[in-house]
T-cell receptor, first 119, second 112 residues
């Protein structure tokens, strides 16, 4: 089945540095990828929608200059957390969309998640 | 405005019993509803879905019921097993859209 791979699974960085998270669709082309953030004991919060070859669409309240999204190809989207601060520490998850019918079998369309810790 | 609501943040059941997880929604335009299971520090994994034109879908120990008039769906797990302990997210999607709308999740604990 379709697989979405997210890397790294865990990263610790110093405050003020930037961190890049990759999301790859391994056996299908994803015109659209989504980036979520999960706060402790909270739901998944959609941060932005990443469309191949165009600018990402950010949800209200998400700083586009802080969370840079690049969807350079149909199989890769990256999220870069710039000038990271401790409050950016969170669990980030990507999701790839392969076509409407595939939502009926939703398994494997989420990445494994990345635990970011900013110290 | 929260379009998908899971009003119970947690649920605890005994192994072998039935677990019932509830979800309410406000947008009558949703066409499909999905349940995801999530362990800590992992991405969500798909469990089961249901189309808005159906009222029940069953897959092994998991059954999802949809009551459109009440805008309510529920996930039944029978029998519950300790390995089912996780956070369960209800999600909905509108036909033609690509965005899943998630509830806040319910943490299920199945006690041996």
């Amino acid at each position: 089945g379709a697989v979405v791979s997210q890397h790294p699974s865990r990263v610790i960085c110093k405050s003020g540095t930037s961190v890049k998270i990759e999301c790859r669709s391994l056996d299908f082309q994803a015109t659209t990828m989504f980036w979520y953030r999960q706060f402790p004991k909270k739901s998944l919060m959609l941060m932005a929608t990443s469309n191949e070859g165009s600018k990402a669409t950010y949800e209200q309240g998400v700083e586009k200059d802080k969370f840079l999204i690049n969807h350079a190809s149909l199989t890769l989207s990256t999220l870069t957390v710039t000038s990271a601060h401790p409050e950016d520490s969170s669990f980030y998850i990507c999701s790839a969309f392969a076509g409407w019918d595939n939502w009926l079998v939703g398994e494997a369309f989420f990445g494994q998640g990345t635990r970011l810790t900013v110290v | 405005d929260q379009q998908v609501k899971q009003n119970s943040p947690s649920l605890s059941v005994q192994e072998g019993r039935i677990s019932i997880l509830n979800c309410d929604y406000t947008n009558s335009m949703f066409d499909y509803f999905l349940w995801y299971k999530k362990y800590p520090a992992e991405g969500p994994t798909f469990l089961i879905s249901i189309s808005s034109i159906k009222d029940k879908n069953e897959d092994g120990r998991f059954t999802v019921f949809l009551n459109k008039s009440a805008k309510h769906l529920s996930l039944h797990i029978v029998p519950s097993q300790p390995g089912d302990s996780a956070v369960y997210f209800c999600a909905a999607i509108q036909g033609g859209s690509e965005k899943l709308v998630f509830g806040k999740g319910t943490k299920l604990t199945v006690n041996p």
